[in-house]
């Protein structure tokens, strides 16, 4: 990771600042909604608190109107004197009407002897019947004087503006951490990806990320190294290419210069070493491009449902003139069908591969067993052999492109084969292993899914 993907860390960038506005713009709003729910909770808190102490005030003048109008007979001669210190002593404003609605008194408010008079206290006060040996003979109507809901109100607002700055400022501060959080991983992968695609293949997203983040970096470091092992077996494959090619031209080039400049008699025996050479330089191209053609193979072209074990004894059929020839004894344990889903030709082009690459290699009287077994889920193809084996440090690189080891130098061959084999298993979703020892033999085990019944 370069220098400026360490400075990205601490810079929000374009996808940075919009969380980050989007986190503040979410806190602004929840804290909106809840100042104006708390100033509607408070301002209607208020307001019960004064209807319930205008209603006990109404209450206790009502009763002491009643005693009085109890002992005078009538509201004329009523002394309303005490029920209205009542009102004053609670700083209300109130008003006594009689059974019709007239006023009989009135206090903090001028006399209003008109019926309906205790309409000047408006719609906010509170009434209480006042009465007498259980007929109603009046009513009275009470009104506070100061109102306590604008203090209350104003204090609140003091607490909610301190409330919402804290707020606001412990989400800020929480959304910038969150927020670098998130977006620091995704400035490594993208400065790692703009390092490698400008040709530093080394370029890997360093450090550890959460959760997907995570996921995607793991994912970036895999895809980096895939296209750096690509790059290597590309590059290799070019000079494998030009070695095995280079031999065979050098021959070919020093005895046709040979024979042009009359240094040679153009004979049979050297006319077939030319064509021996050529042979060899067209069995390379060939096996080049059968490598090419099931490396760049999609879907398989003809995927019916086959009979594996058909298809091996095929080939051993087809190879018969050629494993006489070798003096291999064959061995076929092949007692069932065994079905898989697959492509017929290429089947039989990655068995054909197998045996002839242990024709190639197997000494006389060596044998040859190919066995096709289902194992729960699998159908399993074994070809083993008893020749020289392959020794351990040679066994990881047997399916590699024109790999050939260091005791197969002098055996004719590109190299190619098992690398098609491989390439053609696993076009079927199926794994190819390869399992030897020095002097034991040689088994190659092909895994393949079952065809669905």
Known sequence: MTRSSGLNLFRLGALGTRILLAFVAVALSTVVVLAGAALTGVDRGVQAGEQADRQEVADSVAAAAAEDYQR??????ANLSRAVRIGEAASARLVILDASGTTVTSSGIPNDNSPGGGGVLGSSASVAEITVDGSSVGSVRVALSASTSSPVVDIAWKWIVIAAFVA????????????????GPLHMVTAAARSFAAGDRASRVAGQAPGELGELAVAFNAMADDVARSERDRRQLTADVAHELRTPLAALQAGLEELRDGLIDPDAERLAALHDQSLRLGRIVADLAELSAAESAGALPH??????????????????????????????ELPAPVFVQGDADRLHQAIGNVIANAVRYCRDQDSLTIAVAAQENEAVLTISDTGPGIPADDLPYVFDRL????????????????????EIVTQHGGSAEVESAVGEGTRII????????
Do not use: C, K, M, Y
């Open 446 to 453: 092909i895994r393949l899914p079952l065809a669905a019944v």
């Open 303 to 332: 995927e019916n449902r086959v009979d594996l074990a058909q298809i091996a004894q095929e080939e051993l059929a087809l190879h018969a003139a050629q494993l006489r020839a070798a003096g291999l004894r064959v061995v076929a």
């Open 403 to 422: 790999w050939r080891g260091a005791t197969a130098r002098d055996i004719v061959g590109s190299g190619i084969g098992l690398a098609v084999v491989r």
């Open 168 to 183: 606001l400022a412990i989400a800020f501060a929480a959304s910038w951490i969150v927020t670098r959080f998130l977006v």
């Open 72 to 77: 005078a007979g009538n509201w004329d001669d």
